[in-house]
């Protein structure tokens, strides 16, 4: 693992497709630690397990369902969080939290169910180290052309329901985007002086330049 900031560490990449990659990510809390997202990685439990375990695992949607869940939970008695649409799929783990509402969860987390890319999407945001995390899944990706691409997959996304999604994250105040799979360099991306509603904006271009297949 990797650490990014102080209460903030990084899995190694993981590449299921040419060009596109993963990581996840432990973020260390007083209330116990939180991992997003998923890793199928055995070594990476090990590090997990010096820096506290894992109290709590929440997964962006549905791509993110492997064996490595039930790892986590055997190893780590962690509670699991999927929103409610994707929780079907889980099938070889208890599903501790189904959710479908936006609310605060653990050391001020807020859960936001954002649909679109699958039916039971969802992204995180957090303060962690004095600044605010939006971990967006595959809802909202920087692409290697270092354009923002909204995650929409024909046969796999609603394209009405994903507009609707970005619309209500384009009010949101992030400081830093951390998506699960990524196209360019890395997952972890700093906003800096450009404003995130910009960024949503150009994602949501690009999703209505694209028109749907008869």
Same mark, same amino acid.
């Given at each position: 693992m990797h650490q990014i900031v102080p209460n903030l560490w990084e899995t190694e990449t993981l590449s299921p497709f040419p060009? !596109?990659?993963t990581h996840a990510y432990l973020w260390t809390t007083p209330e116990g630690n939180v991992l997003f997202y998923n890793t199928t990685l055995p070594e990476e439990f090990d590090k997990? *397990?010096?820096l506290g375990g894992v109290a709590h695992h929440y997964l962006s949607h549905r791509d993110e369902i492997a064996s490595s869940l039930s790892t986590v939970r055997s190893r780590f008695d962690a509670k699991l969080h999927i929103h409610k649409a994707d929780a079907v799929m889980?099938? $070889?783990? %208890?599903?501790? $939290? *189904?959710f479908d509402t936006r609310?605060? *969860?653990i050391a &001020? !987390?807020?859960v936001i169910p954002t649909p679109g890319h699958t039916p039971g999407s969802a992204c995180y945001l957090a303060t962690i180290d004095g600044k605010r995390y939006l971990f967006t899944g595959d809802t909202l990706v920087l692409g290697d052309n270092g354009k923002w691409w909204a995650g929409y997959i024909e046969g796999h996304s609603d394209r009405d329901t994903l507009l609707a999604t970005l619309d209500a994250l384009a009010q949101l105040t992030p400081d830093v985007i951390v998506s699960s799979a990524f196209m360019s360099d890395k997952g972890v991306i700093e906003l &800096? $002086?450009? %404003?995130w509603s910009e960024c949503v904006a150009e994602a949501r271009s690009g999703l209505l330049a694209d028109p749907p297949k008869e």
């Amino acid at each position: 693992m990797h650490q990014i900031v102080p209460n903030l560490w990084e899995t190694e990449t993981l590449s299921p497709f040419p060009g !596109l990659n993963t990581h996840a990510y432990l973020w260390t809390t007083p209330e116990g630690n939180v991992l997003f997202y998923n890793t199928t990685l055995p070594e990476e439990f090990d590090k997990m *397990a010096e820096l506290g375990g894992v109290a709590h695992h929440y997964l962006s949607h549905r791509d993110e369902i492997a064996s490595s869940l039930s790892t986590v939970r055997s190893r780590f008695d962690a509670k699991l969080h999927i929103h409610k649409a994707d929780a079907v799929m889980v099938t $070889d783990t %208890p599903v501790d $939290d *189904a959710f479908d509402t936006r609310h605060t *969860a653990i050391a &001020g !987390l807020e859960v936001i169910p954002t649909p679109g890319h699958t039916p039971g999407s969802a992204c995180y945001l957090a303060t962690i180290d004095g600044k605010r995390y939006l971990f967006t899944g595959d809802t909202l990706v920087l692409g290697d052309n270092g354009k923002w691409w909204a995650g929409y997959i024909e046969g796999h996304s609603d394209r009405d329901t994903l507009l609707a999604t970005l619309d209500a994250l384009a009010q949101l105040t992030p400081d830093v985007i951390v998506s699960s799979a990524f196209m360019s360099d890395k997952g972890v991306i700093e906003l &800096g $002086d450009r %404003p995130w509603s910009e960024c949503v904006a150009e994602a949501r271009s690009g999703l209505l330049a694209d028109p749907p297949k008869e």
